[in-house]
């Protein structure tokens, strides 16, 4: 019996043969023309399994099949530069289908306009799940401001020098001063007493619940816009209300 390399076996299964094809092409080429016979004893691997393996690496083009004198099939293994010309092969196929996809997906998409603008959800849930979803910001890809409707006057996870525009009620406690590039409107919280986070950024709308342990991240240009629109409008009434509660 030959024990194959492992880390041979393991390289040949990453290539697309199974271990006991990767064993049988090994032995093969380590014992030369054998019958199905020896190289199952030589690999160590029962009889049908073998002309199983020995089948798929002939229409793999690995192994090559003749007859000795007697009559007897005898197995051989080819080349193993067969396994790089096989290789750039199936490179060159991938790299065809990817560019068929990439033609393809237009024509797809036109079929059905309504994908074109169909929106991506993502539902969060409990503690870890609203931290996944507060993080997202970390990942924040344009330099415009983050706009956000906070019931803590607070952002976490803002990239250093990002612009924060925050609207948050005031419930008479300590009055928030902005830091940096954090500018704060204050509203009445007795008029505006909102209870979940709303943020706006790059094309996404991000809706915190923690007291309900619930966020949503809705990813839409077209939403987002809107609500960026929304927002500006109501940081230019912000500005009047948060100058009535500073003076007070």
């Known amino acids: 019996m030959i024990s194959p390399d492992k880390t041979i076996v393991t390289q040949l299964i990453g290539f697309g043969l199974t271990e006991r094809e990767a064993i049988v092409y090994l032995t093969a080429i380590e014992s030369g023309a054998l019958s199905a016979q020896l190289l199952s004893k030589r690999a160590d691997i029962n009889r049908s399994s073998t002309y199983v393996a020995l089948e798929s690496l002939i229409n793999k083009g690995l192994i090559e099949k003749a007859e000795d004198a007697k009559g007897v099939?005898?197995?051989?293994?080819?080349?193993?530069?067969?396994?790089?010309?096989?290789?750039?092969?199936?490179?060159?196929?991938?790299?065809?289908?990817h560019q068929d996809i990439d033609n393809l997906i237009p024509e797809l998409t036109a079929l059905s306009p309504a994908l074109m603008f169909h929106p991506r959800v993502k539902f969060y849930e409990g503690k870890e799940g609203v931290e996944t979803a507060v993080h997202d910001l970390a990942m924040m890809k344009s330099g415009e401001a983050v706009r956000a409707f906070a019931v803590i006057p607070t952002i976490s996870y803002s990239k250093?020098?990002?612009?924060?525009?925050?609207?948050?009620?005031?419930?008479?406690?300590?009055?928030?001063?902005?830091?940096?590039?954090?500018?704060?409107?204050?509203?009445?919280?007795?008029?505006?007493?909102?209870?979940?986070?709303?943020?706006?950024?790059?094309?996404?709308?991000?809706?915190?619940?923690?007291?309900?342990?619930?966020?949503?991240?809705?990813?839409?240009?077209?939403?987002?816009?809107?609500?960026?629109?929304?927002?500006?409008?109501?940081?230019?009434?912000?500005?009047r209300l948060d100058a009535q509660i500073r003076a007070n």
């Open 160 to 239: 250093k020098e990002q612009v924060v525009q925050i609207i948050s009620p005031y419930k008479g406690k300590v009055m928030p001063q902005p830091q940096g590039e954090t500018f704060i409107r204050l509203i009445p919280a007795k008029q505006y007493n909102f209870t979940s986070d709303i943020r706006i950024y790059d094309n996404k709308i991000v809706l915190v619940s923690g007291r309900e342990e619930f966020a949503v991240i809705i990813e839409d240009t077209y939403f987002a816009e809107i609500m960026k629109e929304t927002f500006d409008l109501a940081w230019e009434e912000a500005q």
């Open 73 to 97: 099939s005898i197995y051989e293994a080819v080349n193993p530069d067969t396994l790089l010309k096989e290789a750039v092969a199936i490179e060159q196929k991938q790299a065809k289908i």
